[in-house]
């Protein structure tokens, strides 16, 4: 993120194997643990969307300075997403379903380029939104049916960024049962689902002031 290095710290983007139809978020947590530095200690690390359900795994096994949940899910401790999403229905605005189809590994595509733009990148510039698409991969459904093994979420500092126009995660559950269950710090920013596209220097600000 170079609005983040220009502020004098270093990035690092792992790339989840959400297309894998046998991982779990327990994998996924497996993948970013053997990505980060063993000796660091003052990891901030940021989950966007679907990420927020593997940061805290994360945390949970090794030391974690702080914790940002990026317009995402949060997990309910001892249940499975789909589970979680009886019990709370409002998490997800729903539009998005018209745009996914699964295919016959059981991971769900993005199909509907147009309702993407408007889901994901809405305030983003038709340039970047395009080239973002292009990069969407699939999501496998086996992480959505295994239990959180969280029982309680780790001691690390955690912050909420919601953005007031997010068309996926519902802005309301996110400053209300998100952030509560978290006991989190809450950020608003204007705009969808996508700040680090839309807004990065907002992001990497934040960023930095929980660095500082």
């Known amino acids: 993120m170079p609005e983040l290095e220009a502020l004098g710290h270093r990035s690092l983007a792992v790339d989840l194997p959400s297309d894998e139809p046998n991982a779990t978020f327990e994998t996924y947590a497996d993948v ?6 063993a000796e660091d200690e003052e990891v901030i690390l940021v989950g966007h969307s679907m990420a927020g359900m593997t940061i805290p795994l994360v945390a949970d096994r090794r030391p974690v300075r702080s914790l940002i949940y990026l317009c995402s899910l949060v997990p309910l401790p001892g249940h ?4 979680q999403l009886a019990v709370e229905p409002d998490a997800l605005l729903h539009e998005y379903q018209a745009g996914i189809e699964d295919d016959e590994r059981g991971t769900g595509r993005w199909i509907d380029d147009d309702l993407a733009h408007r889901i994901l990148y809405a305030d983003c510039e038709d340039e970047v939104a395009q080239a973002a698409i292009r990069r969407l991969r699939p999501q496998a459904r086996t992480p959505y049916g295994k239990p959180c093994v969280l029982e309680r979420f780790p001691s690390s500092r955690s912050t909420y960024v919601v953005c007031s126009e ?14 509560r269950r978290l006991g989190a710090e809450l950020v608003e ?7 680090f596209l839309s807004r990065p220097r907002e992001v990497a600000e934040i960023i930095h002031r929980l660095a500082s």
């Open 189 to 195: 920013l204007p705009g969808s689902h996508s700040p």
């Open 80 to 83: 499975s997403f789909l589970e």
């Open 166 to 179: 997010d068309r996926l995660v519902n802005p309301a559950w996110s400053r209300g049962d998100a952030a």
């Open 32 to 37: 970013v643990v053997d990505a980060l530095s």
